[in-house]
Protein backbone atom coordinates (compact mmCIF):
# COMPACT_ATOMS: atom_id res chain seq x y z
CA UNK A 1 0.00 0.00 0.00
CA UNK A 2 3.02 2.64 1.04
CA UNK A 3 4.36 2.10 -2.46
CA UNK A 4 0.65 2.54 -3.95
CA UNK A 5 0.47 6.02 -2.18
CA UNK A 6 3.56 7.04 -2.94
CA UNK A 7 2.78 6.48 -7.04
CA UNK A 8 -0.21 8.34 -6.20
CA UNK A 9 0.99 11.40 -4.71
CA UNK A 10 3.83 11.47 -7.55
CA UNK A 11 1.01 12.20 -9.89
CA UNK A 12 -1.13 14.81 -7.79
CA UNK A 13 -1.11 18.58 -8.70
CA UNK A 14 1.50 20.32 -6.59
CA UNK A 15 2.22 23.82 -5.34
CA UNK A 16 5.73 24.53 -5.12
CA UNK A 17 6.51 26.80 -1.46
CA UNK A 18 8.64 27.11 1.33
CA UNK A 19 8.16 26.16 5.01
CA UNK A 20 10.38 28.43 7.78
CA UNK A 21 10.71 26.12 10.27
CA UNK A 22 12.56 27.13 13.60
CA UNK A 23 16.36 27.01 13.61
CA UNK A 24 17.95 23.67 15.54
CA UNK A 25 19.75 24.29 18.84
CA UNK A 26 22.78 22.52 17.43
CA UNK A 27 23.16 25.14 14.49
CA UNK A 28 22.46 28.38 16.93
CA UNK A 29 18.41 28.08 17.25
CA UNK A 30 17.44 28.63 20.95
CA UNK A 31 15.48 26.40 23.52
CA UNK A 32 12.61 27.98 24.45
CA UNK A 33 10.66 31.46 23.30
CA UNK A 34 7.38 32.91 24.23
CA UNK A 35 4.84 33.07 22.00
CA UNK A 36 3.69 36.37 20.99
CA UNK A 37 6.69 38.36 22.29
CA UNK A 38 9.09 40.22 20.06
CA UNK A 39 12.20 37.75 20.99
CA UNK A 40 9.88 35.11 19.64
CA UNK A 41 9.30 37.00 15.87
CA UNK A 42 13.01 37.83 15.73
CA UNK A 43 13.90 33.82 15.89
CA UNK A 44 15.91 32.75 13.33
CA UNK A 45 14.35 30.30 11.16
CA UNK A 46 15.78 27.77 7.86
CA UNK A 47 13.34 28.20 4.64
CA UNK A 48 12.63 24.14 3.62
CA UNK A 49 11.51 24.32 -0.63
CA UNK A 50 8.76 21.98 -0.69
CA UNK A 51 5.71 20.42 -3.08
CA UNK A 52 2.58 20.91 -1.45
CA UNK A 53 0.23 18.48 -3.19
CA UNK A 54 -3.61 18.25 -3.88
CA UNK A 55 -4.76 15.30 -1.77
CA UNK A 56 -8.22 16.09 -3.00
CA UNK A 57 -8.43 13.45 -5.51
CA UNK A 58 -7.39 10.67 -2.72
CA UNK A 59 -10.06 12.29 0.07
CA UNK A 60 -11.40 8.42 0.12
CA UNK A 61 -8.63 7.22 1.26
CA UNK A 62 -8.07 9.61 4.72
CA UNK A 63 -10.94 9.47 7.59
CA UNK A 64 -10.45 10.33 11.05
CA UNK A 65 -9.84 6.82 12.28
CA UNK A 66 -7.43 5.71 9.48
CA UNK A 67 -5.64 9.11 9.00
CA UNK A 68 -6.45 11.37 12.03
CA UNK A 69 -7.98 13.62 9.68
CA UNK A 70 -10.49 14.23 6.63
CA UNK A 71 -10.68 16.12 4.05
CA UNK A 72 -13.78 17.54 3.51
CA UNK A 73 -15.79 20.42 1.18
CA UNK A 74 -16.57 23.91 2.76
CA UNK A 75 -16.22 27.10 1.70
CA UNK A 76 -15.57 29.69 4.71
CA UNK A 77 -17.39 32.51 5.62
CA UNK A 78 -13.57 33.90 6.76
CA UNK A 79 -11.72 34.77 3.30
CA UNK A 80 -8.52 36.41 5.14
CA UNK A 81 -7.50 34.65 8.08
CA UNK A 82 -5.29 37.45 9.56
CA UNK A 83 -7.54 38.65 12.41
CA UNK A 84 -7.92 36.96 15.29
CA UNK A 85 -10.96 37.84 16.30
CA UNK A 86 -12.68 37.37 12.71
CA UNK A 87 -11.46 33.78 13.15
CA UNK A 88 -13.12 33.32 16.22
CA UNK A 89 -16.10 35.04 15.28
CA UNK A 90 -17.03 33.45 11.62
CA UNK A 91 -14.11 30.14 11.56
CA UNK A 92 -14.88 28.88 15.15
CA UNK A 93 -18.29 28.32 15.20
CA UNK A 94 -18.01 26.71 11.30
CA UNK A 95 -16.13 24.22 12.71
CA UNK A 96 -17.75 23.52 15.52
CA UNK A 97 -21.11 23.13 13.42
CA UNK A 98 -19.21 20.54 11.06
CA UNK A 99 -17.56 18.39 14.09
CA UNK A 100 -21.01 18.00 15.72
CA UNK A 101 -23.25 17.32 12.74
CA UNK A 102 -20.17 15.05 10.87
CA UNK A 103 -19.58 13.37 13.40
CA UNK A 104 -22.19 13.73 16.21
CA UNK A 105 -19.56 15.29 18.97
CA UNK A 106 -21.78 16.72 22.31
CA UNK A 107 -19.01 19.38 22.21
CA UNK A 108 -16.13 21.01 20.56
CA UNK A 109 -13.45 23.90 20.84
CA UNK A 110 -11.61 24.44 17.75
CA UNK A 111 -7.99 26.49 18.39
CA UNK A 112 -5.44 27.40 15.96
CA UNK A 113 -2.20 25.60 16.39
CA UNK A 114 -0.28 28.65 16.43
CA UNK A 115 -2.62 31.52 18.54
CA UNK A 116 -0.15 33.77 16.73
CA UNK A 117 -1.24 35.08 13.00
CA UNK A 118 2.40 34.45 11.10
CA UNK A 119 1.61 36.88 7.61
CA UNK A 120 3.11 39.60 8.56
CA UNK A 121 5.22 38.22 11.68
CA UNK A 122 8.42 37.21 9.19
CA UNK A 123 9.14 40.99 7.81
CA UNK A 124 8.86 41.93 11.94
CA UNK A 125 12.30 40.05 13.11
CA UNK A 126 14.76 41.80 11.12
CA UNK A 127 17.67 40.56 9.28
CA UNK A 128 17.56 37.10 11.32
CA UNK A 129 14.60 36.11 9.54
CA UNK A 130 13.31 34.96 6.18
CA UNK A 131 11.17 37.35 4.58
CA UNK A 132 7.65 35.24 4.22
CA UNK A 133 5.45 36.73 1.25
CA UNK A 134 2.36 34.79 1.51
CA UNK A 135 -0.06 34.16 5.01
CA UNK A 136 -0.12 30.14 6.02
CA UNK A 137 -2.71 29.54 8.20
CA UNK A 138 -3.37 26.10 10.14
CA UNK A 139 -6.46 25.28 11.77
Known amino acids: MATTTMTQTQTLPSEPTTLNYYLEVKDGGIVQTYPGTAFEKRRKHVPHHVDVRDLRSMRKDFTLDTAGFELIDYVSAEKDFT ?35 VSQAWSIGGDDNIAHDKAQHYS
Open 83 to 117: DPERIKEIYYPEVERIMKEKYEVSECRPTLFTANI
